[in-house]
């Protein structure tokens, strides 16, 4: 049997004391969503946290469950809960307008950090993985250097400008066009999408 297909003592492992919904839960949710294009990253991610695929499946339908919720905490309160405090605040600004960033720690992908990005009023406009700061990103160059979790949405869009962003195929996907040169140099018209900011696939 492989270790990550079911977790011998069930759903719940994933979570803290009296069934809290923390870190670790929220790592599969990312997961949960991953798992339609990779599953075999997602596979060998569940097998880093030592949880399997019916742990996932209920830290997803407990996240959903949050969302849809009467009387639910707006986004930003609603991470607050879930990851803490954030490890970092500040100021991110989008053309024209400002926001108000905060970043969490996500201890599977160490060079990065999940960033909700919210108006001074508190509405949520963007959630999703970026590169932490200092940390150094893939060298892209030609396209063969997009590989699946290797990079996020704004190093795509900076590596081959002028990309086109395009609407997603689900929440919390996003896909972008742009030009590519191949290993020889030729270039051509690519589409890829991502799942809360990280690659996973040509389109």
């Keep these: 049997m492989n270790p990550a297909s079911d ?32 599953p075999g ?9 030592g949880v399997g695929r019916a742990e ?8 959903q469950a949050m969302l849809r919720a009467p009387g639910r905490r707006g986004a930003g309160p609603r991470y607050r809960s879930v990851l803490g ?4 605040t500040g100021e991110r600004h ?6 108000e960033a905060a970043t969490w720690r996500v201890p599977l992908w160490p060079d990065l950090r999940f960033e909700v990005l919210a108006t001074p009023g508190g509405s949520v406009w963007n ?5 932490a700061p200092g940390a150094t990103g893939p060298g892209l160059r030609t396209v063969e250097d997009l ?22 195929t689900a929440p919390t996907r ?19 999408e991502f799942t809360w900011g990280l690659l996973q696939r040509f389109v």
Excluded: I
């Design 85 to 88: 405090p954030p490890d970092a």
């Design 147 to 168: 590989q699946p979790w290797s990079c996020t949405v704004d190093e795509v869009a900076r590596a081959f400008a002028p990309a086109r962003p395009l609407e997603g």
């Design 56 to 63: 996932m499946r209920e830290a997803n339908r407990r996240w």
């Design 174 to 192: 996003w896909r972008l066009a742009f030009t590519a040169p191949d290993a020889s140099g030729k270039p051509g018209e690519y589409t890829v």
């Design 41 to 49: 990253l997602v596979e060998d991610a569940l097998r880093e946290l």
């Design 7 to 38: 977790s011998p003592s069930g759903p719940g492992d994933a979570f803290g004391p009296g069934g809290a919904f923390g870190p670790l839960a929220f790592q599969l949710v990312l997961l949960r969503r991953m798992a339609d294009h990779q």
């Design 127 to 131: 959630e999703w993985l970026v590169r």
């Design 94 to 99: 989008v053309g024209d307008l400002t926001f």
